[in-house]
């Protein structure tokens, strides 16, 4: 399954049920493949479900994807971490820090 695709998956499940876990536009979450197969193989992309939704397909490289969300407590190294690879580190960090409350200074 692609990373657009599962993304898509978990925001309809989320429309159909409505119990506010996901959302789009506030919920980060990590895009991983082929971790370990090298530098030219492996891709790492960070940003929102709908960041990561909206994102070509091609730029996640070839399977076997994983699709990473993240919890609601969230350690500033991990958002320094992770913003290297943000498709919009702007969003990436005002979203860690305004919704999932992480301190940042």
């Given at each position: 399954?692609?990373?657009?695709?599962?993304?898509?998956?978990?925001?309809?499940?989320?429309?159909?049920?409505?119990?506010?876990?996901?959302?789009?536009?506030?919920?980060?979450?990590?895009?991983l493949s082929r971790v370990g197969?090298?530098?030219?193989?492996?891709?790492?992309?960070?940003?929102?479900?709908?960041?990561?939704?909206?994102?070509?397909?091609?730029?996640?490289?070839?399977?076997?994807?994983?699709?990473?969300?993240?919890?609601?407590?969230?350690?500033?190294?991990?958002?320094?971490?992770?913003?290297?690879?943000?498709?919009?580190?702007?969003?990436?960090?005002?979203?860690?820090?305004?919704?999932?409350?992480?301190?940042?200074?």
């Open positions: 399954m692609s990373i657009p695709t599962a993304a898509s998956q978990l925001l309809e499940t989320e429309e159909a049920r409505k119990e506010g876990i996901l959302a789009a536009d506030t919920t980060l979450a990590i895009a197969g090298g530098a030219d193989n492996e891709r790492i992309v960070a940003g929102t479900l709908r960041e990561l939704l909206d994102h070509p397909v091609e730029n996640y490289g070839d399977p076997l994807h994983s699709l990473v969300i993240v919890g609601r407590r969230l350690h500033h190294l991990e958002v320094d971490f992770a913003e290297a690879f943000a498709i919009n580190p702007t969003t990436w960090r005002s979203v860690a820090k305004d919704v999932y409350k992480c301190s940042l200074e």
